[in-house]
């Protein structure tokens, strides 16, 4: 779809006619309007500078849905009198971006006009896609912005990083929702504080979320269902609740916010904080996560990160799933936040972590060395005429069931220390036994 940027898109006359949604009648019609974005795109900013001189690079705008990726493109499209195409990845292809590209080559070339090309959900295109912007963009026939809300470095590829600037367009604050709540009132000539009590107008603003395009929605919504009536009672939380049949926090078990959301709560873990892990444990499951998945990580999560320091991590981690699996949700959520708790108040050790890397690099390093034989198995005649399993030494026939021998291949001259227990936990305990064997001595004396 092509939009010309010099439409009356904003004007007072078309928004008296109440062809236009909100959205578009709020809708900031230049750089200096947009806000929200100070940091990447205010006058003090390098890229808002960079703007304002004149120099348009192509840019992956990056950020969370209702931030302001869209109205920044119509913008620059304004700015820099540029042909202004919008496509979106979704259900556009590759011969539709040729055509673009061509004929944004033809507008260079006969005009000296600019084409910015604004691809909606860039992320969507795959590689063969991508592929056919780069002689565009990398001749100037075509200055791609494009949107995205996963992150760029795992969706698209280098050719087409290196030819654009990544923008970072950060989630909106109270502040700046309320300033959006001001322009709707002055656009209604009505408060919404005529409509709404004080708790059900902070509740939109907290549903929002940082959401431009969530929170106008509902003021559209409210204005709307309000405009002919004469309210002899202020909207509370409950019916406003009701009136926009408010859904459940953004979260997608296959966005990005997956992988941060999860990284965040095992991190939390580690770091001994059980409320924050509550906090990010909450978000998942109100997001709609699947609890096996949570389950499954606070597994690996027992072994990697609490170890030996408390052996029954593990155990606690594995009734968890097992809880999980047998009872589901909503109840597995008390299991999941019973395992979260303790493993996050559990002493921390990643010392069988590091031990595995260690011997892993020096598997690796050594490759396949010969098996000691006293170390190999005898079970055949032709193994204990070999020598296989001679002269081993069985370590409960000594009365420390201990016993000084060689386990390592004798290749390696200097024995490694992979394993170094930390003195936390009951990995205290392991540590002074290792030390005892490396003295040689009875740990009763």
């Not at 849905?65 to 493109?73: D, E, L, S, Y």
């Not at 300033?179 to 939109?204: C, F, G, P």
């Not at 026939?397 to 936390?424: C, F, H, M």
Request: contains cysteine; proline residues 5%.
């Amino acid at each position: 779809m092509v939009y010309d940027p010099f439409m009356d898109l904003f004007s007072a006359s078309q928004a008296s006619t109440g062809i236009s949604p909100l959205s578009e009648i709020l809708r900031p019609k230049n750089l200096d309007e947009i806000f929200g974005q100070e940091k990447t795109l205010g006058p003090k900013s390098k890229l808002g500078q960079m703007l304002r001189k004149g120099y348009l690079p192509s840019l992956i705008i990056w950020g969370p849905p209702g931030t302001g990726k869209t109205t920044f493109a119509l913008a620059l499209s304004q700015h820099f009198n540029a042909h202004y195409v919008h496509l979106n990845a979704v259900d556009s292809g590759a011969k539709a971006l040729r055509e673009v590209g061509e004929a944004g080559k033809d507008r260079r070339i006969q005009f000296q006009q600019k084409t910015i090309l604004f691809v909606d959900e860039i992320h969507r295109f795959n590689k063969a896609q991508q592929d056919v912007l780069l002689p565009f963009v990398e001749k100037g026939d075509l200055v791609l912005v494009g949107a995205t809300t996963e992150n760029p470095s795992y969706e698209l590829n280098r050719a087409l990083l290196s030819r654009c600037r990544v923008v970072v367009f950060e989630r909106l604050s109270d502040d700046d929702l309320n300033k959006i709540v001001t322009r709707a009132e002055a656009h209604y000539a009505k408060s919404l504080d005529q409509i709404l009590t004080a708790a059900a107008r902070q509740n939109l603003i907290e549903y929002s979320d940082g959401d431009a395009r969530r929170l106008i929605n509902s003021l559209e919504i409210l204005y709307t269902f309000t405009k002919d009536e004469d309210q002899a009672e202020l909207l509370d939380v409950n019916d406003m609740r009701e009136l926009l049949q408010q859904n459940p926090l953004g979260y997608d078990k296959n966005s990005e916010m997956h992988y941060d959301t999860i990284s965040a709560f095992i991190k939390s873990i580690r770091g001994s904080d059980p409320d924050a892990a509550m906090y990010y444990l909450a978000r998942m499951l109100d997001g709609g996560e699947d609890p096996i998945f949570i389950a499954r990580r606070l597994i690996v999560l027992a072994s990697e990160d609490i170890g030996n320091a408390d052996p029954r991590a593990i155990s606690v981690a594995i009734a968890g799933l097992q809880a999980v699996e047998a009872i589901g949700l909503p109840e597995g959520a008390i299991t999941l936040s019973q395992v979260t708790t303790y493993l996050a108040s559990c002493p921390k050790s990643n010392a069988s972590y590091m031990a595995l890397h260690k011997a892993r690099e020096l598997v690796e390093k050594t490759r396949t060395l010969p098996i000691p034989l006293h170390l190999r198995s005898a079970k055949t005649a032709l193994a204990k005429d070999l020598g296989y399993g001679r002269d081993y030494k069985y370590p409960h026939n000594y009365p420390t069931g201990w016993v000084e021998q060689s386990y390592l291949p004798d290749e390696i001259e200097e024995k490694p220390s992979l394993y170094e227990p930390t003195a936390r936990g009951f990995e205290k305990n392991i540590k002074e036994y290792l030390n005892w064997m490396k003295l040689k001595k009875d740990p009763k004396e």
